[in-house]
């Protein structure tokens, strides 16, 4: 698997899931270019570590007791012990994507449901907060929970709880990271038949 690097949130190092998956498809597209460019050695060897590096996330980034994709592992600098982190990330939904694991594949339907289930925002706006007990803007909270009050976060209201929260809409849309309606974002069908890089 790759080195350790930073998350998507460019906050923790680990060996994150996500950036395995994008390691994966980085590496399939050079086994293609390289073909493409009548390379045949490099494109197989490519495309030999490509498939190295899905079995290798087929046997470290499952959990085997919940049968969910795992964040990242984290390893002390000579890798001597190791710690698994099971927070729900919302980047884990794009894996499938990325062509690691197929979008009907057991354990990425259930870690999909699980993102639902944990990281879908309850509100009038929607949306999928970026990871569980997330720090970034903690501060910004509900309207419903303020009554209509922004003056913490540096917004202002300029009404009631309800029409400050039609105004304010885009800027709480840059507080939920992956804003999007629940049903185009996690539609079975949306994840079924959508191509992955392959």
Same mark, same amino acid.
């Given at each position: 698997?790759?080195?350790? $690097?930073?998350?998507?949130?460019?906050?923790?190092? $680990?060996?994150?899931?996500?950036?395995?998956?994008?390691? /994966? !498809? $980085?590496? #399939?597209?050079? !086994?293609?270019? !390289?073909?493409? @460019?009548?390379?045949?050695? @490099?494109?197989?060897? &490519?495309?030999?570590?490509?498939?190295?590096?899905?079995?290798? !996330?087929?046997? @470290?980034?499952?959990?085997?007791?919940?049968?969910?994709?795992?964040?990242?592992?984290?390893?002390?600098? #000579?890798?001597?012990?190791?710690?698994?982190? =099971?927070?729900?990330?919302?980047?884990?939904?794009?894996?499938?994507? #990325?062509?690691? =694991?197929?979008?009907?594949?057991?354990?990425?339907?259930?870690?999909?449901?699980?993102?639902?289930?944990?990281?879908?925002?309850?509100?009038?706006?929607? $949306?999928?907060?970026?990871?569980?007990?997330?720090?970034?803007?903690?501060?910004?909270?509900l309207y419903?929970?303020?009554?209509?009050? &922004?003056?913490?976060?540096? #917004?202002?209201?300029?009404?009631?709880?309800?029409?400050?929260?039609?105004?304010h809409k885009?800027?709480?849309?840059?507080?939920?990271?992956? =804003?999007?309606?629940?049903?185009?974002?996690?539609?079975?069908?949306?994840?079924?038949?959508?191509?992955? /890089?392959?």
């Amino acid at each position: 698997m790759p080195r350790p $690097g930073f998350d998507i949130w460019e906050v923790e190092r $680990g060996v994150h899931t996500y950036t395995v998956a994008a390691v /994966y !498809a $980085g590496l #399939l597209a050079s !086994a293609h270019l !390289a073909k493409h @460019h009548g390379d045949t050695d @490099h494109s197989r060897l &490519y495309r030999r570590t490509a498939q190295d590096v899905a079995q290798a !996330a087929r046997d @470290h980034l499952i959990d085997k007791n919940t049968g969910l994709l795992i964040r990242s592992i984290t390893c002390d600098p #000579l890798e001597e012990n190791c710690s698994i982190d =099971l927070t729900m990330d919302a980047s884990l939904m794009y894996v499938w994507r #990325l062509g690691l =694991l197929p979008a009907d594949d057991p354990v990425m339907e259930a870690t999909v449901n699980t993102i639902e289930e944990r990281l879908w925002i309850d509100s009038a706006v929607g $949306g999928i907060a970026r990871k569980e007990n997330d720090w970034y803007h903690r501060l910004i909270i509900l309207y419903q929970e303020i009554h209509g009050s &922004y003056q913490h976060s540096g #917004l202002h209201n300029t009404g009631s709880a309800a029409g400050s929260h039609r105004e304010h809409k885009s800027t709480w849309a840059g507080y939920l990271i992956m =804003l999007t309606k629940r049903d185009s974002w996690l539609n079975r069908r949306t994840l079924i038949t959508a191509q992955p /890089y392959r």
